[in-house]
């Protein structure tokens, strides 16, 4: 089935599986305004909004199936969308199955949160279809304003507010930059469409004139500030505490994977021909990031601080992805995006389970001796902690996610020796708090009766949420061929545009 | 036996099964646990559990048996292969086989195992499934790496034996037991991830021209040998960390006496008997046949000599002056595996030989060692020197038990460890005399520090009353120590069976590495024959 996007219709139908979103939102956004608020009906509205992302996840699957695709134009057709779309979608879903027992827990009781969740995931969804700055703007705008709300969302908690506010000037400060470097980038190449950008690009006239250079930079904070690079991270950890913990799930998981995959298709595709300009500071945002996120993670007492910091450093090595300016690279992007939403949604699936309301102790230590307590929550959260530290068996998916890095970083035509080296270092660094979860809830004693009460049983909705996590990670550990295939098909991946001469460092 | 073994079609299915058998153990011994109603109900009724996991062990020894008969002398390419692709898309195999350096190492492990079982089957008491269900596993992945012929999936076991141990070592441990395995988990992770980089680096060099998928196949990259003498070097010293704190050699030694001290006994037998292999067979597998010009570089053999002779020393040194008596043996096992690296990298057939059975010897001697430490800690819950003295009156069968044990650690003629050891000096002398003086220093130091601690254990005058009604052995103990003893006289009367079968790979190994050395970087191409 091939698309023609010049036409109105077509275009349409091309983007059915975020028209499903967005009309459901919609939808539901009435049907929530519609009665008092109370536990039942945000449960409710919040099973209809799973039921949303499942249809479009099965318009998608028949998209897949049937080989969809569509010449140029402002969106793209292909497996990769694909592929990112249902990532999101199964985040999505994760993240409101959380919810369902977490805002009823924390009193957070106005059903429009789910609707909010979908409406930010039709922007992520928009994202992963760009392929025109001006699409690229809309997304993240719509993507962002929802999280700004959403982060917001538990009244009753001061630091969430302060989250809120944070993220919120932070995010309209990237935004300008991000604006700017479109207007930019337009200025020196007379067009926001990725394709015509990359063809004027590789064409030679425009590639060595400020401007560009300039909106290169511009976008490149841009989207540093989305996915939270080290130096452009210092918004992450605040509101990644402070935001409601299904939230900080999705935020770490569903936002990085649709800003990233907007950062590589522009990156890749409109200024594949300038690589020689962008690669180096590529390179250190890479390099700088992982040592950032990982050691500071290291300090952090807080479980959801420090998995704030672990997501910072696992932006790093997606970012060692780009750097290869491969298209093996976005191909092993889409296998790390995989692992590291279920290991993510695992392990925060295991925090929501064990919080209490207000929650009061959201320190690694309260987790001692959990094993004895919760010994099937624990298996879960080791499972999760190995994966994202890329252990192979007991890990899963998250050691081949690791592989599949250092294979594209050593197979590019300018291997990237040094930064993968720099990855695995940093990666030991991460044993240190990985780890020490793992330890401190097998090893350390459970503290006294009297101080500690057992954890209150766990939602069922929650329960599944860890329990598929876990589950597919621990599979794909030992069976990854069929997505590796997957993302290796024609379609899957993204071809940068390339003049000769490649970059050597 | 051998046309059964035939007639059962053995070859083609024994490598899988060992390697399968333990996890089906660990999956029953799970199922038990999961019957029952609460944790203390499960420690209480643990005696099936116990059962299922010694009996898988003692089937999969039993079964492993079969391989020293179907092994055929002589031949040094890899037998009872089985092969199968497993990530097509990234060129990773399920590949598998034995040869003469893995042989006796694989027949090692599957004897350990179960004594190492009986060892701990009244000192733990706490979470009995899990470290049951944990030690399968831990069988798995180290029978995995020591089969591997595919460096993904020797990788992929490589780093599944850490995760087991460090539980071990961290919940069913010592005083301090979270420091040390965490230390222990971080040493071995650093030298891993460097290793990984490495391996990646070879398949990906290695890859297939039009596809690009990239080819992990031991026998593949060591044919194309075409990597340039400077990449080579680098990647050896990946490797060569990695194995290094395996070993561990000297700088790397330092989790060494921690982890081993701290961890229960079977966690300790395992350790010493098993583990410790990993890194010296990791050189042997790996590291020369893969880097034939590093490994021949002047330079980098005299300080892995030196670092070898160090080590010898070192540890005996250190050993002396320990007043706990598990510490001893762990630093004792530091100047055992310098003798390992001495034959590894003196390579002449005889030193390589002689290191392939000072592997075995240690894993025998070591292992039964740390079993009796284990013994007597569990009747007195000491370890130090000081607080016993003369209870060979009280504990006889014990006193035996430990004097044979000692005497083979030490290298008396007639018991295992001299053959070994000797076999390691004759080799190392004909090229690096100086080196196999200092070693041999080593061996009287082994003999001082050890008997300087059964005297302080077993002779001497009865001082402390509480060391007047220590039971003596009881038959579980004699029964796990008994194999161990034959073991050990058998080696050190007729070591000839054993190292007929792993002539013909020591051989090929010494054969490949020179010549490759010697032809320089291009393409060699009778390395590592068939099936």
Redesign the interface.
């Given at each position: 089935m091939a698309f023609d996007l010049s036409h109105p219709m077509q275009l349409i139908a091309a983007l059915a599986p975020d028209i499903v979103i967005m009309v459901g939102a919609m939808v539901l956004m009435l049907v929530a305004a519609w009665g008092s608020e109370s536990t039942e009906r945000q449960r409710r509205v919040g099973v209809a909004a799973i039921g949303v992302c499942v249809i479009s996840a099965l318009s998608i699957i028949y998209f897949m199936v049937t080989h969809a695709s569509a010449g140029g134009g402002v969106i793209a057709v292909d497996n990769f969308r694909w592929i990112v779309d249902l990532i999101l979608l199964a985040a999505t879903a994760g993240t409101i199955a959380l919810m369902l027992d977490y805002n009823a827990r924390e009193m957070i009781l106005p059903a429009e949160a789910h609707t909010l969740v979908l409406l930010s995931t039709a922007g992520m969804m928009m994202l992963a279809a760009a392929r025109d700055l001006t699409i690229v703007f809309l997304g993240i705008e719509l993507m962002s304003i929802a999280l700004y709300i959403l982060t917001g969302m538990n009244r009753r908690s001061e630091k969430s507010a302060e989250g809120a506010i944070k993220y919120f000037l932070l995010g309209a400060f990237s935004t300008g930059f991000l604006l700017y470097g479109i207007a930019l980038v337009y200025g020196a190449t007379g067009t926001t469409n990725l394709t015509l950008i990359g063809e004027r690009i590789t064409a030679g006239q425009v590639m060595s004139t400020p401007m560009l250079f300039v909106g290169i930079g511009l976008l490149l904070i841009g989207f540093a500030f989305k996915v939270a690079l080290a130096p452009f991270h210092m918004w992450a950890p605040d509101v990644y505490e402070g935001a409601p913990t299904p939230i900080t799930a999705y935020m770490a998981a569903a936002v990085k994977a649709a800003a990233f995959a907007a950062f590589l298709r522009v990156f890749f595709e409109a200024f594949g021909g300038s690589a020689v300009v962008w690669h180096i500071a590529i390179w250190w945002l890479a390099a700088v990031t992982m040592v950032v996120g990982n050691v500071i993670a290291l300090a952090s007492r807080n479980i959801k601080r420090m998995l704030a910091y672990s997501s910072i450093a696992h932006a790093g090595y997606i970012l060692v992805l780009l750097a290869t300016g491969q298209a093996l690279g976005s191909s092993a992007f889409l296998f790390y995006i995989v692992a590291y939403t279920l290991a993510t949604f695992g392990a925060f699936g295991v925090v929501v389970a064990l919080g209490q309301a207000g929650e009061p102790n959201l320190n690694i230590d309260d987790y001692a001796g959990l094993w004895t307590v919760r010994p099937w929550l624990s298996v879960s959260m080791g499972v999760c902690m190995l994966s994202l530290l890329g252990f192979p068996i007991f890990g899963g998916a998250g050691f081949f996610a690791k592989w599949y890095v250092i294979q594209a970083a050593l197979q590019s035509a300018a291997p990237q020796t040094r930064l993968a080296v720099v990855l695995v270092l940093t990666s030991v660094i991460s044993c240190g708090y990985y780890m020490y979860v793992v330890l401190v809830m097998f090893m350390k004693p459970r503290a006294a009766a009297e101080t500690v009460s057992d954890p209150a049983s766990v939602g069922s909705a929650t329960r599944w949420v860890i329990g598929l996590s876990t589950v597919i990670l621990l599979v794909l550990g030992i069976f990854p061929n069929s997505l590796v295939s997957l993302t290796q098909q024609p379609g899957s991946y993204l071809k940068p545009a390339q003049v000769a001469g490649v970059v050597h460092r | 036996m051998t046309d059964f073994l035939n007639g059962i079609h053995y070859n083609a299915w024994i490598l899988p099964a060992l390697l399968i058998i333990p996890l089906v153990g660990a999956l029953l011994v799970g199922a038990h646990g999961a019957t029952r109603s609460s944790?203390a109900d499960a420690d209480a009724n643990a005696g099936p559990a116990r059962q299922i996991a010694f009996w898988t062990l003692t089937i999969e020894f039993v079964v492993s048996c079969g391989l020293w008969w179907s092994f055929k002398i002589g031949m040094p390419g890899w037998q009872a292969g089985v092969d199968y692709a497993?990530?097509?898309?990234?060129g990773a195999r399920f590949s598998v086989g034995i040869d003469g350096i893995s042989l006796m190492l694989v027949l090692l492990t599957t004897l350990t195992m179960p004594l190492s079982i009986l060892g701990g089957w009244t000192a733990i008491k706490s979470k009995i499934h899990a470290y049951l269900a944990v030690l399968l596993v831990l069988t798995t992945a180290m029978l995995g790496v020591f089969v591997a012929r595919d460096l993904f999936f020797f990788?992929?076991m490589w780093?599944?034996m850490?995760?087991p141990m460090?539980?071990i070592i961290?919940?069913w441990g010592g005083q301090r037991?979270?420091y040390a395995?965490?230390k222990f988990?971080?040493y071995t992770?650093?030298g891993s991830?460097?290793m990984?980089?490495a391996v990646?680096?070879l398949?990906?060099h290695n890859?297939d021209a039009v596809t690009?998928i990239?080819n992990f196949s031991l026998d593949a990259i060591i044919a194309s040998g075409s990597l340039t003498p400077k990449a080579s070097l680098w990647l050896f010293g990946g490797f060569f960390i990695a194995f290094a704190i395996k070993v561990p050699m000297f700088p790397f030694h330092t989790w060494l006496p921690d982890a081993h001290t701290e961890a229960p006994t079977a966690g300790s037998v395992i350790l010493a008997g098993i583990m410790l292999k990993m890194g010296t067979f990791g050189f042997l597998r790996f590291a020369l046949p893969l880097f034939p010009g590093a490994s021949m570089n002047p330079t980098v053999r005299a300080i892995i000599l030196t670092l070898g002779v160090i080590g010898i020393l070192y540890g005996a040194l250190v050993a002396l002056v320990q007043p706990d008596f598990k510490k001893i043996v762990a630093y004792s096992s530091v100047s055992h595996l310098g003798f390992v690296m001495l034959g590894i990298f003196a390579l002449t057939v005889q030193s390589v030989q002689g290191a392939l059975l000072v592997m075995i010897n240690h894993g025998i001697s070591t292992g039964a060692l740390f079993l009796l430490v284990g013994m007597i800690y569990e009747r007195r819950h000491t370890r130090m020197l000081s607080d016993y003295g003369g209870i060979a009156r009280v504990v006889p069968l014990f006193a035996a038990a430990l004097t044979i044990v000692s005497f083979s650690s030490i290298g008396l003629p007639g018991l295992n460890g001299f053959v070994g050891e000797f076999l390691v000096l004759l080799g190392t002398f004909r090229s690096y005399p100086a080196f196999a003086f200092f070693a041999t220093i080593g061996i009287i130091f082994s003999a001082w520090y050890l008997l300087r601690a059964i005297q302080g254990v077993i002779f001497n005058k009865l001082d402390n009353p509480d060391n007047e009604h220590i039971p003596d052995l009881n038959w579980r103990e004699i029964g796990l120590l008994t194999p161990l003893i034959a073991c050990m006289i058998w080696i050190g009367v007729y070591p000839a069976p054993i190292l007929r079968r792993m002539q013909a790979s020591a051989e090929q190994v010494v054969r490949t590495v020179q010549s490759a050395a010697l032809n320089g970087p291009q393409r060699v191409s009778t390395l590592k024959g068939g099936e």
């Open positions: - | 944790r497993w990530i097509p898309a990234w990788y992929v780093e599944m850490l995760i460090y539980l961290g919940i037991r979270i395995s965490l988990f971080i992770t650093l991830l460097l990984l980089v990646i680096y398949g990906v890859r690009g990239p």
